[in-house]
């Protein structure tokens, strides 16, 4: 895993000296060929944050952020979510449609930073499973500002991600979101509701989040 994230902060910091500096989620899905070790939020499964938050909700129709190789974009599919899953990586994209062929998910690349107009406010649940936490700061607060406008009525914004414990300074990616950032994210849309744990297969040391929001202001 030392090398995975040493191949990752040298992509992203190489990126970052550019126009293009998410360029490095395509380096990375690209360079990695198919083999999903060198992913290293891809584990197979659902966040547990997911799980827990979708089991016993009515589903609805769901956007799933920055989707990877779609492990929660498929869960949700799977207990009657209409899922659109977008992805800044075509590679990512192509990925994870020929890995869940089966799926009625719709598989898009989009960029969280310029989206489609048709998605505003379209959503019953805006998913973003860390995300944030992967782009650096310079343009972190834009990326968020775009979340809450695919919120449809009554709809829910859900946040996860590592949570920043200490205030100090980290080196990533990720860099773990403090409570004010996280705070920020769904702001036009209420008042926000948190969760923080370290899930079974983190190290103790590592705290994350959900943060969730209701769409109220119709």
């Not at 500096?21 to 990375?28: G, K, N, R, T, V």
């Not at 599919?77 to 890995?99: M, N």
């Not at 103790?204 to 969730?212: E, F, G, K, V």
Request: net charge negative; aromatic share 10%.
């Amino acid at each position: 895993m030392d090398e995975i994230r040493f191949r990752l902060k040298e992509m992203s910091d190489a990126a970052a000296s550019t126009n293009e500096p998410l360029s490095w989620f395509e380096e990375l899905y690209s360079s990695a060929q198919g083999n999903d070790k060198w992913i290293p939020w891809s584990d197979g499964h659902p966040s547990p944050f997911v799980v827990d938050w979708a089991i016993g909700k009515p589903p609805g129709r769901a956007l799933v952020v920055g989707c990877g190789l779609g492990e929660d974009a498929v869960f949700l599919d799977k207990i009657g979510w209409d899922v659109v899953a977008f992805d800044l990586s075509p590679t990512a994209v192509e990925w994870a449609k020929k890995r869940h062929e089966k799926s009625d998910i719709k598989w898009v690349v989009a960029d969280l930073l310029n989206p489609p107009d048709e998605w505003r406010s379209e959503f019953a649940l805006v998913l973003e499973v860390h995300i944030l936490q992967a782009i650096p700061e310079n343009i972190r607060h834009d990326a968020a500002s775009k979340l809450p406008l695919f919120v449809a009525k009554d709809g829910h914004l859900v946040c996860i991600g590592r949570f920043d414990e200490d205030g100090n300074p980290h080196e990533g990616p990720p860099w773990p979101l403090n409570h004010a950032f996280i705070e920020s994210i769904g702001e036009p849309l209420g008042q926000m509701s948190m969760v923080k744990a370290t899930l079974p297969d983190d190290d103790p040391s590592t705290t994350r989040y959900r943060a969730t929001w209701s769409r109220t202001d119709y």
